[in-house]
């Protein structure tokens, strides 16, 4: 049989936290998205958003693409944006991890690099005004319904399958805020008590992959009706877990999957029984020349 490695995008296993969780009401299960051929959860997103963008014509091979990224999804479009033969220019701050970067050219992407004491929102005023000289097409993941769509299609089904249908709580950090919008949709079409819970940074933290964003830079695929509850860790906590998940689960992820399990952890402690399920969006090997592995 012919497989793409598209083909592999998706249906990445869940496992049991063994020690993180002490009531034996409460299961803790963590969704290993590194397992995505392009190494994190933003595969899901990219594929969709190249393939139907593709299939209404919105896109050819001869289009210039652009798009702002804060590492991963840049990642996971140069990878598949290779595979259809596209061309892809990503923008991002030039204190993202070397790794990250390097990936990206791996996969055949130019990379522009921004100022990064201004952030990933400096990166993104910059691919709009390339966008007003028309000659580039950007994906714009924070209002393309194709990234939340994604999640829709595949990650709430997969939650719901590998619970048998048990699941009570989905907890994801927010960024583009994709993952937990459409797995929200699928999942309260379900089962509507099922409980979403975002997280957040605290304030004043600064954890990649994680934003509390201003208002004029929020999400607009973002409806905070459909997330019961927010969570907010901070630096060091999410710093914590992700070296802990390492060392006492053999879970190697980022910070923000740190941060999210945090949230997970603490939302855990305050029920009396449960079926929680925890997104670790991507791999820690993109992150080793960072201070989250310095010891």
């Known amino acids: 049989m012919s497989r793409s490695i598209l083909d592999l995008i998706g249906n990445t296993p869940i496992v049991e936290a063994k020690t993180l969780v002490k009531n034996p009401n409460v299961k803790l299960f963590l969704k290993l998205e590194g397992q995505n051929p392009g190494g994190s959860v933003k595969d899901r997103a990219a594929y969709n958003m190249i393939k139907s963008a593709l299939e209404r014509g919105d896109i050819d091979q001869n289009t210039k693409l652009i798009e702002p990224t804060s590492g991963n999804t840049g990642i996971a479009l140069a990878m598949v944006a290779g595979i259809f033969g596209l061309d892809i220019e990503l923008v991002m701050p030039d204190n993202a991890t070397v790794e990250r970067v390097q990936t990206m050219k791996a996969y055949g992407a130019k ?19 390339k966008m007003k000289t028309g000659n580039y097409y950007m994906f714009n993941q924070f209002a393309n319904e194709d990234n939340w769509k994604a999640h829709y299609k595949t990650t709430g089904p997969e939650v719901w399958r590998d619970t048998d249908h048990k699941v009570t709580h989905f907890v994801s950090s927010m960024g583009t805020t994709g993952t937990i919008m459409g797995t929200s949709r699928f999942l309260k079409e379900k089962n509507k008590d099922i409980q979403l819970v975002g997280v957040h940074p605290a304030e004043g933290t600064k954890i990649p992959g994680i934003r509390k964003w201003p208002e004029e830079y929020l999400p607009k695929i973002y409806d905070p009706a459909r997330v019961d509850h927010i969570y907010e860790v901070n630096q060091e906590e999410a710093t914590k ?35 929680v399920v925890s997104i670790i969006c991507d791999r820690g090997d993109r992150y080793l020349s960072s201070e989250l592995f310095q010891f």
């Open 241 to 275: 877990m992700a070296r802990y998940l390492a060392e006492k689960e053999g879970i190697f992820s980022g910070m923000s999957s740190g941060g999210a399990t945090a949230a997970a952890v603490k939302l855990c402690e305050g029920l009396d029984h449960g079926v």
């Open 111 to 129: 990379v522009t690099l921004t100022e990064g004491e201004k952030g990933i929102m400096y990166s993104r005023d910059y691919a709009e005004e």
